[in-house]
């Protein structure tokens, strides 16, 4: 049982690392989709979410997944769509703005929303060495991030921000609601299928929907849908199923990280040896996060056996 119990939570701190680490590559399709490629951001978010859900629709098929869901189970499934279709909304809008590293970095303090409302709504333990290691990668991201000159648009740092409490709330949304205990794949598939319905209607209300551009475009399209929107939910969700929202958040931390070596590698961005001090912080706090999830599962499960002796 202690083994088990041990297993299942290194499978969610895996599962929550791919999911922020493919996040974090957002940036690597958005913006030249949007900048040598020239398609505007409503068409890039409709036609993500829309192959993204096709994608998952199809791996659902092939795994003999059942789409069946209760009628009551579709509220709160169209509610975390919103969340998370906002927080990619905010997101690729904010790179206009500010630079992506930045972005991602105010993005990455989501976290602090999800620890607050844990421990407000739900009276989830308050932990110190979360507490420390939250710390730790903020200071760390921000080392990275903020090393070099930048837009600090007022615009930009808000709509960046917004995904703050969208993605906070998306997490919490999915360890505390009912439909957080469907089959991952299921649950994907109709979030992402939310995600999709909500931009068919903004993008024919705003901008119209073009067509692809061009066979390049299509390509950057399918990657960001498959690696930065299917893996990067559907193990976000396994990861929450697994290790909880709190540990999920904080393991976040991959993501700006990701992202940043990205722009250092594709877009020439700066890097420093103050960015090498925040890359060894987040590195840190990631292994503190592990040592005390397994330190507080090893506990629990001594205690319970102790109550059944």
Sequence with gaps: MLQMKSLNGIKGILYAMISSGTFGLIPLFTIPLVGEMGMNEPNILFYRFLISMLLMGAICIVRGDS??????????????????ALTGLFIIYSYNYISSGLATT??????ICVSFLMVVF???????????????????????????????????????????????????????????QLPANTLTFYILLAGSLIFLVYTQSTTGISAIPSLKAAGYLVGLAFLAT????????????HTGSTVTAILGSMEPLVAVTV??????????????????????????????????????????IRDEE
């Design 67 to 84: 789409f069946k869901i209760s009628p009551k189970d579709i509220a709160p499934i169209f509610s975390l769509g919103v969340l998370y």
């Design 106 to 111: 105010i993005h990455f303090l989501y976290p």
């Design 122 to 180: 739900f009276k989830e333990q308050k932990s110190k060495s979360l507490f420390i290691a939250a710390l730790l990668s903020l200071v760390g991201v921000a080392l990275m991030c903020w090393s070099g000159t930048g837009n600090m648009s007022l615009i930009g740092i808000g709509l960046a921000a917004l995904t703050i409490l969208t993605y906070g709330m998306y997490i919490v949304g999915l360890n505390q609601s009912k439909v957080g």
């Design 230 to 241: 299917v893996i990067s939910d559907l193990t976000l969700i396994l990861a929450v199923k």
């Design 263 to 304: 722009g250092v590698l594709v877009f020439s961005e700066f890097f420093s040896y103050q960015s090498l001090i925040g890359f060894v912080l987040i590195l840190l706090s990631v292994v503190l996060v592990i040592l005390a999830d397994q330190r507080k599962k090893k506990q629990t499960t001594l205690a319970s």
